[in-house]
């Protein structure tokens, strides 16, 4: 007979990092909080004309809510790179007084450490978000911040996720001379809402047979929408389709009639008043829609999720995932499949 501590129980790792979560929080805000501030002053000191970042994957996600943190609450303008111009194409643009952010949960991506090097030649100041600070990425760069995430061994990212947006977020905190407190109750939060798991296993059950979805948000919220889809699609093989909601308007919606069923990330404020629009037409279709947000917006849902009231906008995306990551391992789960080793997957993508 097997000893049942050597048994593989399917998505044991993915649940045991999601579990996590609330302490890595803790974690950055006790640790990784003063060193980011001292990286901050130092690079606003240099006070960069705009922001560039450079990500794949889930980091991707995670740059571009720090697109809207930087846009929103810098004023600056900020784009996300297309790594190609420079890695396959050769382009040399002249990037003097440009920040140049690249985000890895590994650090070890070739495209990413060739592009970060190629702006760091150019001219940029050049700042690694990784959960390894002895990286190729970190070596290459100017400045280094560690997310403090500790080892991730599930495949699908779940705890480096959530840590680079609070890294991010303190970043951009500490770059406006800010103090960060919006996070500052982000780890109990955290803890409260992966206690309520029985909740969203009983939401998975909608999902078991789903052969599409939809999911759309828009403003802080639309970076949680990706991260949702591609999670889903990574763990449960479902193709996810994420929109902004004003794209959704404008053709896609054709597609979205009264069986398909769509997810709609809803923030408390500006972000989910310019959805109500769209949530209204997805309800004039008949769509099973399944609300994450506010009680107001799920009661008048299918179904949904209740995230904690008064959390100001820019910080709700380190909640808003917390129930969906939940939601991918279970709708896994149900499918028979192990959330814990995708199929085709691997932790460090090898492009170029």
């Given amino acids: 007979m097997s000893d049942p501590q050597t048994?593989?129980?399917?998505?044991?790792?993915?649940?045991?990092?999601?579990?996590?979560?609330?302490?890595v929080l803790q974690r950055i805000l006790d640790?990784?909080?003063?060193?980011i501030r001292q990286i901050a002053a130092e690079i606003a000191a240099r006070n960069p004309r705009f922001v560039l970042l450079t990500a794949r994957g889930t980091s991707d996600n995670a740059a571009l809510y720090a697109k809207y943190l930087i846009e929103i609450l810098l004023g600056k303008p900020a784009g996300l790179t297309s790594m190609?111009?420079?890695?396959?194409?050769?382009?040399?643009?002249?990037?003097?007084?440009?920040?140049?952010?690249?985000?890895?949960?590994?650090g070890g991506s070739p495209d990413l450490v060739a592009s970060t090097k190629a702006a760091r030649e150019a001219g940029a100041i050049?700042?690694?978000?990784?959960?390894?600070?002895?990286?190729?990425l970190a070596e290459v760069s100017e400045f280094h911040i560690d997310v403090l995430a500790g080892p991730e061994k599930a495949l699908p990212a779940t705890k480096t996720y959530t840590a680079e947006l609070l890294a991010l977020y303190?970043?951009?905190?500490?770059?406006?001379?800010?103090?960060?407190a919006a996070a500052k109750e982000l780890p109990g939060l955290a803890a409260g809402v992966l206690a309520r798991h029985a909740e969203v296993k009983a939401l998975a059950e909608r999902y078991r047979f789903a052969q599409r979805l939809v999911i759309t948000s828009r403003g802080y919220g639309y970076p949680t929408a990706r991260e949702a889809a591609l999670k889903l699609m990574e763990t449960t093989y479902i193709?996810?389709?994420?929109f902004s909601g004003a794209d959704l308007l404008h053709g896609p919606l054709a597609m979205v009639d009264n069986v398909s069923p769509v997810i709609a990330i809803v923030p408390d404020g500006k972000g989910g008043e310019a959805l109500q629009p769209v949530l209204d037409r997805l309800r004039g279709r008949g769509a099973d829609?399944?609300?994450v947000g506010q009680q107001a917006q799920v009661d008048a849902a299918s179904a949904g999720f209740v995230l904690p009231a008064g959390v100001p906008e820019e910080v709700q995306p380190i909640l808003e995932i917390l129930p969906l990551q939940l939601l991918a391992y279970e709708v896994t789960i149900a499918r028979g499949q192990d959330p814990d080793a995708p199929r085709a997957l691997a932790k460090v993508t090898e492009t170029h």
């Fill in 7 to 23: 048994v593989s129980v399917p998505g044991r790792i993915m649940a045991a990092e999601m579990a996590e979560q609330p302490a």
């Fill in 31 to 35: 640790e990784g909080a003063p060193k």
């Fill in 84 to 106: 190609s111009t420079t890695t396959a194409y050769g382009a040399k643009p002249d990037l003097t007084d440009v920040l140049v952010v690249t985000v890895s949960q590994s």
């Fill in 126 to 136: 050049t700042l690694a978000v990784t959960n390894n600070a002895s990286s190729p």
């Fill in 170 to 180: 303190l970043l951009v905190e500490g770059l406006r001379g800010g103090d960060g």
């Fill in 239 to 242: 193709p996810a389709s994420p």
């Fill in 289 to 291: 829609l399944v609300v």
